[in-house]
């Protein structure tokens, strides 16, 4: 079960016996593991700015689905999603290593209340 939120993600595992272990886990590692995909996603549907966000939107049987990040996450991971650099991706696990909650905090409070 992992129960996420604003200062932390706590991740519990039930083994079949029934017995809870507790694992730490760097939270930027996480959110970064989460919202790559999503970074991809959106290149490929074609990104749209919209304000302090940015959206993809698909269009299927005249229903129009949009996802959407904040715009400071989407241009710190799309180097990566893009591949068009080497070493991006263990530039930015350094940065994770270093401070555990990176990316929540490169991202405005009032950002991450749309975000949980």
Not at 34 to 62: A, K, N
Not at 76 to 94: Q, S, T, V
Request: glycine content about 6%; aromatic content about 8%.
């Amino acid at each position: 079960m992992t129960v996420t939120g604003k200062d932390k993600i706590e991740i519990i595992e039930k083994d079949p016996e029934g017995e809870e272990s507790r694992i730490k886990v760097n939270l930027s590692f996480l959110q970064m593991c989460h919202y790559l995909p999503i970074v991809e996603l959106i290149v490929e549907l074609g990104p749209e700015e919209q304000e302090d966000w940015t959206f993809g939107s698909l269009v299927y049987e005249e229903e129009k689905y949009s996802i959407g990040i904040p715009t400071v996450l989407y241009k710190e991971l799309l180097p990566i999603a893009e591949g068009k650099e080497e070493n991006l991706l263990e530039k930015l696990l350094e940065k994770i290593s270093s401070k555990e909650t990176y990316l929540l905090d490169i991202v405005p409070d009032e950002a991450l209340l749309w975000m949980v």
